[in-house]
């Protein structure tokens, strides 16, 4: 009997006894669509995660350096950096003159803040400062109008350049350029609107936001306040020994003997990167754990139902075996029906999963890679195998004579 | 056709027990002789009927010669060649080649039609589709079930359900064909129906074994061999074996 014949023959047969037990078959067919459903969920939630993650923190940018007070990924040891001194707006000069590996340097000090436009409001608005710089640090585009000059940005003009979640609130039907905003009461022309730069991680957009020469916003809010400089570095490449050189600058700056250790940070997108890259990974083995209990718990209840299937056919197998059919026939009807069931509950929950991740996609950011499907439909088929395979042997091995007497 | 056929035309024997003997182990020691080193010999061709008590090991003689079971002393040869020693799967290619069952309960597969019931053996050979179904269909036209071929087995009345059994049992040209109690569910009239159809069967030149327990059917074979206390009690051609009972009959008048 040729592995083609055997096996169109074992469909058939498990085909039909899948059939045969419609609600038995779909009952336990839900164990294993619960399991499916859970699994593929939290990987489209975990790829998600990655994904938006990689789109947001490639708004900070590869190839920039920020200097701040704080590490982005601090430990424990946060209490460390509190007394640190603020970083200071003025360093952005002194590190534009020193230093040759950098290609842009923007100082950028930022609060919250309420624009209004005639009746128009929009509140919870962040409100930056910084120089003609800053366009190019961030590579930002503009759709409208246009960045503010380098002598704009030195002087104090009110002049602002504002988001697209800002432009869509005040001016709903008409071009923002040229118009007057309040801004915390003040009055600011309107230069130009940059290009939509999505959410960070889908938790805040940053397109709400406005931003005025640094003089300006000092201007409302005083000068202490610790700043970012934020440091395009001229190549990918060079960023480690630019990282370098702004240490020494910074050094200088702050006047630290050699024994000292650093009082400021230098911060880059690879630090979020591991960090996210460790947390997602260690919270996704865990999910994915989690989940995979309940398709063990399905694959029990198929282990289950065959041992049922195979006890209430003794007889045909006995019927099977006296007419021909050897161990490997029998064990492979067994295995194939397992599969079916299986392979067909891992279908449906995979359809089930692909509107529900839609679902889930509203709160948290999910992803369903092609991938991700054909692992679920072969882990679903793994658990067919695996749990019919111990019913499956014990069909085989069913001593005809005695298979035959059963009733 | 397979080979097993043409070398039991060269010797004529189909089957061989050479002092055959099983012993159940029931545990705790102890064991259950149900065949005492039974020799026997079956030629290609006879119809014959193996009889006796329930507990007599007729039942035992059944499975042997079926390769449902293994003796555990002795020598099996089937066609010439020894199955007394073979494993699960070799036993399983000499019943689907070379033996067609017919048994008392019919023992079709209830959720298949008559057709793919009598396919059953001829896919376990390994033959394509269109052949095992040409085939099969030829074998219920012949058991003149060439009308119902898509009824499933509770669809038909037990007479049609043994016809289907027994076009399953021919259908890949055995060696012989073992029935056992092949009229026992069956009311007589139907019965009879097919005891008629195994005569002819036999006249076509098919090896034929019937085990039963009644007289008047085993009175349909050729020959017979009683089985007590599992030996070999009698083993007479029909004419003889029908003197013996006479005798048997006239000494209990006597008495």
Redesign the interface.
């Known amino acids: 009997m040729t592995l083609g014949v055997e096996l169109r023959e074992g469909f058939k047969i498990s085909f039909a006894a899948v059939m045969a037990n419609k609600v038995r078959a779909v009952l336990t067919t839900l164990g294993i669509i619960i399991g499916i459903v859970s699994v593929t969920l939290m990987g489209a939630a975990i790829e998600g995660l990655n994904r938006a993650f990689q789109n947001s923190i490639s708004s900070l940018g590869a190839d920039v350096l920020y200097i701040q007070k704080w590490p982005w990924v601090a430990g424990e040891e946060w209490w460390r950096y509190r007394n640190r001194r603020d970083i200071k707006p003025e360093y952005a000069e002194t590190i534009k003159k020193d230093a040759t590996l950098a290609s842009a340097v923007a100082p950028v000090q930022g609060r919250m803040g309420t624009v209004k436009y005639g009746d128009l409001t929009a509140s919870n608005v962040q409100i930056f400062g910084t120089t003609a710089d800053y366009a190019l640090v961030t590579g930002m585009d503009m759709a409208d109008g246009r960045f503010f000059t380098d002598q704009e940005g030195r002087g104090d003009r009110p002049l602002v350049v504002i988001g697209g979640d800002v432009a869509s609130k005040l001016f709903p039907n008409q071009d923002p350029v040229g118009k007057t905003i309040k801004i915390n009461g003040l009055s600011f022309r309107i230069l130009g609107v940059y290009s939509k730069q999505g959410s960070f991680m889908g938790m805040f957009s940053l397109d709400n936001r406005v931003i005025i020469p640094l003089g300006e916003f000092e201007k409302m809010y005083g000068r202490e306040y610790g700043a970012t400089i934020q440091v395009r570095v001229v190549s990918q490449k060079e960023m480690d020994d630019a990282k370098e050189e702004l240490r020494g600058i910074m050094r200088k700056l702050r006047k630290l003997a050699p024994d000292q250790p650093d009082d400021f940070s230098i911060n880059q997108q690879d630090l979020l990167t591991n960090a996210f890259g460790k947390i997602t990974g260690v919270v996704g083995a865990v999910g994915i754990f989690v989940t995979a209990l309940s398709l063990f718990v399905g694959g029990i209840g198929i282990m289950n139902i065959m041992f049922v299937s195979v006890t209430e056919r003794t007889k045909e197998i006995g019927i099977r075996k006296a007419l021909g059919a050897r161990r490997q026939t029998i064990l492979l009807q067994f295995l194939i029906e397992a599969s079916l069931i299986c392979l067909s509950g891992g279908i449906i929950g995979l359809g089930l999963s692909y509107p529900l991740s839609m679902l889930v996609d509203k709160f948290l950011p999910t992803a369903m890679p092609v991938s991700l499907a054909i692992i679920a439909i072969l882990i679903s088929l793994l658990v067919g195998v695996i749990s019919g395979i111990v019913p499956a042997y014990r069909a085989s091995r069913l001593d005809p004579v005695e298979a035959l007497r059963y009733e | 056709m397979s080979n097993e056929n043409t070398d039991a035309a060269a010797n004529g024997k189909v089957i061989e027990l050479i002092k055959v003997s099983k012993i159940y182990d029931m545990g705790a020691e102890v064991q259950v002789q149900a065949l005492s080193e039974i020799s026997l010999t079956i030629e290609k061709g006879e119809y014959v009927a193996i009889m006796g008590p329930s507990g007599s090991g007729k039942t035992t003689l059944m499975?042997i010669l079926?390769c449902?079971?293994t003796p555990t002393s002795g020598k099996y040869l089937f066609n010439g060649i020894d199955v007394s020693d073979m494993d699960?799967?070799e036993l399983?290619?000499v019943?689907?080649?070379g033996i067609g069952?017919v048994?008392q309960t019919f023992?079709?597969?209830?959720?298949?039609d008559a057709l793919h019931n009598v396919e059953?053996?001829l896919?376990?050979?390994?033959i394509?589709v269109e052949e095992r179904r040409a085939r099969a269909k030829k074998m219920l036209e012949m058991v003149g079930l060439g009308e119902r071929i898509h009824h499933k087995p509770n669809e038909l009345s037990g007479g049609q359900r043994q016809r289907v059994a027994i076009a399953?049992a021919l259908v890949?040209n055995p060696a012989i064909i073992l029935a056992d109690e092949p009229t026992g569910n069956l009311d007589s009239r139907t019965g009879d129906e097919i005891m008629t159809f195994f005569e002819e069967l036999h006249a076509q030149g098919n090896t034929i074994i019937l085990v039963t327990h009644e007289e008047y059917i085993a009175e349909h074979a050729k020959r017979i061999i009683r089985i007590r206390d599992g030996r070999i009690e009698s083993d007479l051609p029909i004419e003889k074996n029908h003197k013996a009972q006479m005798t048997k009959a006239a000494e209990k008048v006597q008495k």
């Open positions: 499975n079926g449902l079971d699960d799967n399983a290619r019943r689907n080649r069952f048994f023992n079709l597969i209830p959720r298949s059953l053996p896919i376990y050979s390994g394509g399953r890949n």
